[in-house]
């Protein structure tokens, strides 16, 4: 089959449904199985083609581990190096062992996509160069070793891994006041996400386009493979960043701080005393408005447990109180706490019309969400308050929250106010706990 047979055939099964899709691909020939496998554009993920438009200098690909991206690198420094001749390159390692091994000589590496497209490349590993038919050439680095990239010049970049270079701030420097040759130079990283300011910063140019993409996109992965690790990992920090490709950072001087947050899990205790839901109502209705914080708490021996984040978006005010009710019975709760600040009566109303079958207990609100949350936060800190399970969106807000400070502009931490309200009804009535007034 020829090259323009094999297009017209990927056509037919992009479009054909998975029973057609198998039936298509078995009904090939071997030969035409792996010209069909080895064209890359036949299979990749969206996130693993360059952006589109001139307007960018950086492609920043934050994924998780298997998800592709040393295919996608190498497969784009190979068009790139096809494209004319003369092409200078730069391929960027945390180490030149991991530069040669992964990005040249790797199973994924350019010159096996080389091999898969009929072509042969010349590879000087004593020299650390790689070069085309055409005249191009591919030079690799190291992100431990910046002077090394001080000097030469270059058309495009493909820095592997950033995250683990030994200097990153430096290297990535120089490798940019040497990314100037052509007319159009341009850089690739590819990495797992690590919290690290220079991957912020990078994320957050203007002339930055960032791609991310999970473990689980990856077609070709063992499904048992994906079902341990994510049975194990995820909603942890570790999964998050490390499966799903997200870049988690840490605020300098949360209350919260994600080594806090993933010190203070334990497995939920079979018996509480008391059981309270925690109500943080938006102040409008719709998916525009804030959410509706809804936070089960319980205690036991003087200790305070998260049990659960029920919190939702984009319903009406009957629809909150009827997740407000469900979670009550759920949870077996003895008391509502709402906050009261955002139409007091009409809370009441909702929640009596919904049938909560306990008491609710409005509560205004006389200080900042930040300043409610700093007691709270201290009881986790000296052991006295933890999470049950796993909760990455109540997690993401908690940690925003800075001591003596506001929260974010624009970004309510509506989970994370619920929750505070619920520990602190739950909380003894001393001297640094706030006290809950009544309306």
């Avoid at 039936?23 to 090939?28: A, E, P, S, V």
């Avoid at 390159?89 to 080389?114: D, K, N, P, W």
């Avoid at 191009?136 to 190291?142: C, G, L, T, V």
């Avoid at 690290?196 to 048992?224: F, H, P």
């Amino acid at each position: 089959m020829n090259a323009d047979a094999i297009d017209w055939q990927m056509e037919l099964i992009a479009n054909a449904s998975e029973e057609e899709q198998r039936r298509l691909i078995w009904g090939m020939s071997p030969i035409d199985v792996l010209r069909f496998d080895a064209k890359f554009e036949n299979w990749a993920h969206r996130n693993q083609f360059p952006p589109s438009g001139d307007g960018w200098r950086t492609w920043l690909m934050m994924a998780g581990r298997g998800f592709g991206k040393t295919r996608a690198g190498a497969e784009w420094i190979h068009s790139l190096a096809n494209s004319r001749r003369g092409v200078r390159i730069a391929l960027v390692g945390a180490t030149l062992h991991e530069a040669r091994a992964i990005m040249v000589e790797g199973v994924s590496g350019l010159l096996r996509v080389a091999k898969l497209r009929g072509e042969t490349l010349s590879w000087e590993p004593s020299l650390g160069r790689l070069r085309w038919r055409n005249g191009s050439e591919a030079q690799i680095f190291s992100g431990e070793n910046p002077d090394g990239l001080r000097g030469p010049e270059h058309d495009f970049a493909w820095a592997d891994e950033l995250a683990k270079w030994a200097q990153p701030e430096a290297a990535w420097d120089n490798l940019q006041m040497g990314l100037r040759r052509g007319t159009r130079p341009r850089a690739l990283i590819t990495t797992t996400p690590r919290s690290m300011r220079l991957l912020e910063t990078i994320r957050d140019d203007r002339w930055t386009v960032a791609t991310n993409g999970r473990t689980d996109e990856n077609i070709n992965l063992d499904e048992r493979y994906l079902d341990v690790m994510t049975a194990t990992y995820g909603g942890t920090r570790l999964g998050r960043q490390e499966l799903e490709g997200e870049l988690i950072t840490d605020v300098e001087g949360s209350l919260w701080p994600r080594e806090l947050i993933e010190r203070c899990r334990l497995v939920r205790p079979e018996r509480f005393d008391r059981i309270v839901v925690g109500v943080d109502p938006p102040a409008g209705v719709g998916e525009g408005c804030d959410a509706c914080g809804i936070v089960v708490a319980g205690r036991l021996d003087e200790r305070l447990y998260v049990l659960s984040d029920e919190t939702c978006q984009g319903l009406s005010p009957e629809g909150w109180a009827r997740r407000v009710a469900a979670a009550v019975e759920r949870w077996d709760a003895d008391l509502v706490v709402a906050e009261a600040n955002n139409g007091g009566a009409m809370v009441k109303s909702v929640l009596d019309a919904a049938n909560v079958g306990v008491r609710v207990r409005l509560v205004h609100a006389s200080l900042g969400k930040v300043a409610r949350a700093e007691p709270i936060a201290l009881r986790f800190e000296s052991g006295r308050a933890f999470l049950t399970g796993r909760f990455p969106q109540l997690e993401d807000e908690m940690s925003g929250m800075v001591a003596g400070g506001q929260y974010p502009p624009g970004r309510s931490p509506d989970r994370a106010d619920a929750m505070v309200w619920a520990m602190t009804e739950l909380s003894p009535t001393r001297s640094g706990i706030p006290r809950v007034r009544r309306l």
